[in-house]
T-cell receptor, first 112, second 114 residues
Framework: GAGVSQSPSNKVTEKGKDVELRCDPISGHTALYWYRQSLGQGLEFLIY????????KSGLPSDRFSAERTGGSVSTLTIQRTQQEDSAVYLC??????????FGPGTRLTVL | AQKVTQAQTEISVVEKEDVTLDCVYE???????LFWYKQPPSGELVFLIR??????QNEISGRYSWNFQKSTSSFNFTITASQVVDSAVYFC???????????FGKGTRLHILP
């Protein structure tokens, strides 16, 4: 069956550019989460959506990071004015019962 | 504050040996969930198991087994008769509410040598 999908799988950008990362959750999953994985910090929570609203944005590292979710489905994570420390793998997860999260393959972001 | 500690950074064992991955957690909540995820070289996080705090029964799934002990705040994972395909990074994780973010440990990199 279809799992969580993310695009692009790889993104290389120059410092200062904006990037958009996309997540398609498992069909019917109401909860959606963004995490990032980097060598120094491990796996970190960024933001959580229930439907289209985001009750927990506590993990967003700065105001350069934002995310939205439309139609209770697809979500976009936007990073403005990218910095080298933003380089990481960005992981999306979705959940039906809000307890078990299923992860996508991630987007590897490299900021030059 | 919630925290997950995986003290073993890296483990190497020879194929067919048994191996246990340790996990210790901290939480002030009485209701919480514990998880194990596997991250093979391909990079995708694969869900293995979820336990809630009220269910201390140990679980076995094929060659995998999990030992949950609230008294020691531990949730250890054992692979019996390890295989090369078990080589991966394994993450123990905790969430304090059904809708809550997952807090991950740093992971244990497991090498199964042929």
């Amino acid at each position: 069956g279809a799992g969580v999908s993310q695009s692009p799988s790889n993104k290389v950008t120059e410092k200062g550019k904006d990037v958009e990362l996309r997540c398609d959750p498992i069909s019917g999953h109401t909860a959606l989460y963004w995490y990032r994985q980097s060598l120094g910090q491990g796996l970190e929570f960024l933001i959580y959506f229930q439907g289209n609203s985001a009750p927990d944005k506590s993990g967003l590292p700065s105001d350069r990071f934002s995310a939205e979710r439309t139609g209770g489905s697809v979500s976009t994570l936007t990073i403005q004015r990218t910095q080298q420390e933003d380089s990481a793998v960005y992981l999306c997860a979705s959940s039906l019962d809000s307890a078990t999260q299923y992860f996508g393959p991630g987007t590897r972001l490299t900021v030059l | 504050a919630q925290k997950v500690t995986q003290a073993q950074t890296e483990i190497s064992v020879v194929e067919k040996e048994d191996v246990t991955l340790d996990c210790v957690y901290e939480t002030r909540d009485t209701t919480y969930y514990l998880f194990w995820y596997k991250q093979p070289p391909s990079g995708e996080l694969v869900f293995l198991i979820r336990r809630n705090s009220f269910d201390e029964q140990n679980e076995i799934s094929g060659r995998y087994s999990w030992n949950f002990q609230k008294s020691t705040s531990s949730f250890n994972f054992t692979i019996t008769a390890s295989q090369v395909v078990d080589s991966a990074v394994y993450f123990c994780a905790l969430s304090e509410d059904r809708d809550d973010k997952i807090i991950f440990g740093k992971g244990t990199r497991l090498h199964i040598l042929p």
